[in-house]
């Protein structure tokens, strides 16, 4: 965005707030020091997912949900908690402006939030997105969950720790999705 004034390209926030749909930013022009306005707005489509073998899929907020849902199930969890990381992640995502996103980042977002909340589920979502392929590579992971290590690197090409059909049997039990609702804006 360049300045309106003199048509430099940087800027400096000095003011950010939430509006309806968007984000309201006050930014001051780093070289005549003239101050101006832009709306950061959700732009609800056209984000696309990288999938691991290349192939683009449109972002799709059930996928997400449904499976961070797997993962939190039975688990002694805040109700909304699932929500709330999607909407997070949903959010990062459309903030981040970025036409194309890796699957992975997502999955690392996805863990990352896990981690902090509960360990059984951070360890159901890795088992399915990072294909353990033995009870090893599980013990690895679950021992430096415990000791607090970073975890070891994932392996490739392993099966996952649940099959299919059990994955499938969990999302059965799920409620259909209530609402779609776009990304809020959560944090400054
Ligand atoms: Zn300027």
Known sequence: MNC?????????????REINDGIRRRRQ????????????????????????DERREEFNRGKLLTGIRKACE???LPSGTVE??????????YRAGKLE??????????MERLKELDHIAYI????VYREFA????????????????????????????LSTEELEELAKKRKPEERVRLAQFNSK
């Not at 780093?30 to 999938?51: D, H």
């Not at 992971?141 to 290590?149: F, H, N, P, R």
Request: charged share 25%; with cysteine; aromatic share 6%.
């Open 29 to 52: 022009c780093l070289k005549c020091s003239n101050r101006y306005t832009t709306y950061e707005r959700l732009q609800p489509a056209g984000l696309f997912v990288i999938k691991k």
């Open 124 to 127: 159901r979502f890795a088992s």
């Open 74 to 76: 039975k688990r002694p």
């Open 134 to 161: 033995d009870i090893t590579t599980l013990k690895k992971v679950v021992d430096a969950l415990a000791s607090g290590k970073p975890e070891p690197a994932a392996a490739k090409n392993q099966l996952p720790l």
């Open 84 to 93: 709330k990381i999607a909407d997070d992640i949903e959010a990062w995502l």
């Open 4 to 16: 309106p004034h003199c048509g430099y390209n940087d800027s400096k926030v000095i003011d950010s």
């Open 101 to 110: 996103v890796p699957s992975a980042v997502i999955g690392d977002m996805v």
